[in-house]
């Protein structure tokens, strides 16, 4: 399985920017997906996630200002981010976790995803 994360890039703060992440070697549509977020000096964190039903969860710092879909039909997953913050600036990492059936648990955990895509550096300046 391979994972390969798009899209970033230096916006202002209150911008917008738009992460994709593609998908290849699995069964994508019932992988239930997610965004992870390192900064400078901290450790990996949670952002949201995607059931493979389309069902989401996001960390309360994110909450009304990104959303998560995905386009089963293009093994892809999104990130939609809007109203950024100094505080989003952060290397962003798609990851799946490997199932064979649909289900309606969100993953939050690092440990919770099998696979990783390489990351995509967002910077917001203020």
């Known amino acids: 399985v391979q994972l390969q994360a798009s899209g970033g890039g230096l916006v202002q703060a209150g911008g917008s920017l738009r992460l994709s992440c593609a998908a290849s070697g699995c069964t994508f549509s019932t992988y239930p997906m997610g965004w992870f977020r390192q900064a400078p000096g901290k450790e990996r964190e949670f952002v949201a996630a995607?059931?493979?039903?389309?069902?989401?969860k996001y960390a309360d710092s994110v909450k009304g200002r990104f959303a998560i879909s995905r386009d089963n039909a293009k093994n892809t997953v999104l990130l939609q981010m809007n109203s950024l913050k100094p505080e989003d600036t952060a290397v962003y990492y798609c990851?799946?976790?490997?199932?064979?059936?649909?289900?309606?648990?969100?993953?939050?955990?690092?440990?919770?995803?099998?696979?990783w895509g390489q990351g995509t550096l967002v910077t917001v300046s203020s």
């Open positions: 995607i059931t493979s039903g389309g069902s989401t």
């Open positions: 990851a799946a976790r490997r199932s064979y059936y649909s289900g309606t648990i969100h993953y939050t955990g690092i440990n919770d995803y099998h696979y």
